[in-house]
C-alpha cells in the first residue's frame, strides 16, 4: 500500500514538472490531459505528503524526549501530543481515499450485464438488475447511459451495458462485479416450482484519454446495417459500428443509435474501457498472489451474491452477509449493502496500512 501510495506521488510531481514545461503548455490537447490528471491527484497527493512530514516530525520529537535537556523534552512532549492526533486523522483520510483501488475515485465507469444461465428467466433477471442500477443511481444523483442492449421478447436482456457518470460511482459499483444468482418462481411456473438462473456484471473504470489512448490506427472500424427494431432506415442505411483493436482482439459492436456518429462515439468509449481493463487485468493477475485481493477482483465467474426471492433474502457470499429486505433493495436501495462491502474493504485496508504508522 504504501509503494502504491508513493507512486501516486511521484506521478503527481512528474505532473507538476510538465505543468510547467514550455512544450506542455504549448500543447492544448495536452495540457488539458495532463492538468485533469493533475487534479485527479492533488488531493491524495497532497494528504500522502503531509502525512510523511507528520511522521518525520514525530521520530525527531520521540528521539527528542530520551534526551537530557528538560525544556526540549516538555517540548517535544507538547509536539507529540499535537502530532499524534493528526497522524491518525491523515492515516484514516488516506484510508479512505486508497479503498476501493487505484481506480477508486474515477467518476465514470461502464457496467455490462449479461443473462447467464436460465434461459427466460436469467435474461428477466438481468433486466431486474438493470432497473435496480439505474434506480439506485438516480437516487445517488449519478448520470445513467445506455450504451447498448439486447431485448429479449418477454422484456428482459441478454445483454445490456449502460455507462454511469457521478461522484463515488465506480468506487460502489466495482463491487458489483461478479456472477449474481436468483432463485424464484417464475410467473410462467405452473407448479409453483423454484427456479435458480444467474446473470454476469463487469463494472469497469472508465479511462481518460491520457491513460488509454486508442488511435485510429490501432483498431479496425467496419460499418454495417443495423438489425432488428427500427423499421426501413435501420436497414438500408449503415449506421452499425464494429470495432476491432488489432493488439488485444477486442471486438465491440454498436447500433442502438441511428446516427453512425453516435454509434461509433459509443463504441470507442465502450473499446476504451474493455482495453483499459484487458491491461488493468493483467497487471492485476501479475500482482494477486502478493495482494490477496479479498473484493473487487472483477472475476466474472465468482458468484457474488444470491437473491433468494421466497425468502426475501440477499446474500452477499463475499463477506457473509445477509439482508431479509430483498423487496427494497431490488427496488434500488441498495446502499445498505453496498456501505457493508465498502467497510469490510476498508478494514482489510487498515491491515495492510499499518506499515505506514511510526
Same mark, same amino acid.
Not at 156 to 181: A, N, P
Not at 216 to 245: F, I, M, W
Given at each position: ?23 506542455? /503548455?504549448?500543447?492544448? +490537447?495536452?495540457?488539458?490531459? %495532463?492538468? @485533469?490528471?493533475?487534479?485527479?491527484? #492533488? =488531493?491524495?497527493?497532497g494528504k500522502f505528503r503531509r502525512f510523511k512530514k507528520v511522521i518525520e516530525e514525530i521520530r525527531e520529537a520521540t528521539a527528542m524526549v530520551s534526551g537530557d535537556d528538560l525544556e526540549l523534552r516538555e517540548l517535544a512532549q507538547d509536539s507529540l501530543n499535537d502530532l499524534r492526533p493528526e497522524r491518525e486523522s491523515l492515516w484514516n483520510e488516506l484510508l479512505d481515499m486508497t479503498v476501493g483501488g487505484e481506480d477508486a475515485n474515477r467518476r465514470r465507469c461502464v457496467m455490462e450485464i449479461r443473462a447467464g444461465t436460465g434461459g427466460d428467466e436469467a435474461a428477466l433477471f438481468a433486466g431486474d438488475l438493470f432497473r435496480m442500477y439505474k434506480k439506485h443511481a438516480e437516487d445517488r444523483g449519478w448520470k445513467a447511459e445506455i450504451l447498448e ?23 460502489? /459499483?466495482?463491487?458489483? +462485479?461478479?456472477?449474481?444468482? %436468483?432463485? @424464484?418462481?417464475?410467473?410462467?411456473? #405452473? =407448479? ?128 457473509? /452477509? ?37
Open positions: 500500500m504504501r509503494n502504491q501510495l508513493e507512486e501516486k506521488l511521484a506521478r503527481f510531481e512528474e505532473l507538476e514538472k510538465q505543468l510547467a514545461d514550455p512544450s506542455v /503548455l504549448g500543447d492544448s +490537447s495536452r495540457i488539458a490531459s %495532463v492538468a @485533469r490528471e493533475h487534479g485527479s491527484l #492533488a =488531493k491524495l497527493a442492449s439486447s431485448l429479449t421478447e418477454i422484456g428482459g436482456f441478454k445483454e445490456i451495458v449502460i455507462g454511469f457518470e457521478g461522484e463515488g460511482v465506480y468506487r460502489e /459499483l466495482q463491487y458489483e +462485479s461478479g456472477g449474481h444468482r %436468483v432463485q @424464484r418462481v417464475p410467473e410462467t411456473e #405452473a =407448479k409453483g416450482r423454484i427456479h435458480t438462473s444467474a446473470a454476469t456484471v463487469a463494472v469497469l473504470p472508465e479511462p481518460e484519454d491520457v491513460e488509454i489512448n486508442i488511435k485510429p490506427e490501432d483498431y479496425r472500424k467496419d460499418l454495417y446495417c443495423a438489425s432488428g427494431p427500427g423499421g426501413q432506415h435501420v436497414n438500408k442505411t449503415q449506421s452499425a459500428v464494429r470495432l476491432l483493436h488489432y493488439e488485444t482482439g477486442i471486438v465491440v459492436e454498436m447500433q442502438d443509435e441511428r446516427s453512425q456518429h453516435k454509434n461509433f462515439d459509443k463504441a470507442l468509449r465502450v473499446l476504451k474501457s474493455r482495453v483499459y481493463e484487458h491491461f488493468r487485468q493483467k497487471e492485476h493477475d501479475k500482482r494477486a498472489q502478493e495482494r490477496k485481493t479479498l473484493i473487487g477482483s472483477g472475476d466474472r465467474s465468482q458468484r457474488i451474491r444470491t437473491y433468494n426471492f421466497p425468502e426475501n433474502r440477499l446474500t452477499d457470499h463475499r463477506i457473509g /452477509l445477509t439482508l431479509y429486505k430483498l423487496d427494497q433493495i431490488i427496488a434500488g436501495n441498495l446502499q445498505a449493502v453496498t456501505d457493508a462491502l465498502i467497510e469490510y474493504d476498508r478494514n482489510q485496508q487498515r491491515g495492510l496500512m499499518g506499515d505506514l504508522e511510526e
